[in-house]
């Protein structure tokens, strides 16, 4: 089983950045993808941005160009670089890991962000 711990969430107003980190413990895979979604109030949750093992990244048409995330394999942690952020970008973001292999996953406990207008 695989544990994530989220941090760097927060209030900023709009036009600022925040960075969110997420380390992975336990049983984690050398092969894998982990990433960040996030879920407004009354809406569902969606894909944020994702990477792979081998550095693919896929990333949601509305944070394109702003937010850029990154991993750091040798301490099992992946971050998430959100500029010029929105009204629009407050949501609890969760963190999440995928075995591919093993067709599992795992989510973080969830971190809020709040962007002031």
């Known amino acids: 089983q695989v544990q994530l711990v989220e941090s760097g969430g927060g209030l900023v107003r709009a036009g600022g950045s925040l960075r969110l980190s997420c380390a992975a413990s336990g049983s984690v895979s050398s092969i894998n993808a982990m990433g960040w979604y996030r879920q407004a109030p009354g809406k569902q949750r969606e894909l944020v941005a994702m990477?792979?093992?081998?550095?693919?990244?896929n990333y949601a048409d509305s944070v394109k160009g702003r937010f850029t995330i990154s991993r750091d394999n040798a301490k099992s942690t992946v971050y998430l670089q959100m500029n010029s952020l929105k009204p629009e970008d407050t949501a609890v973001y969760y963190c999440r890991y995928e075995n591919p292999y093993a067709a599992t996953y795992s989510w973080g406990q969830g971190t809020q962000v709040t962007v002031s207008s």
């Open positions: 990477i792979r093992s081998g550095e693919s990244t």
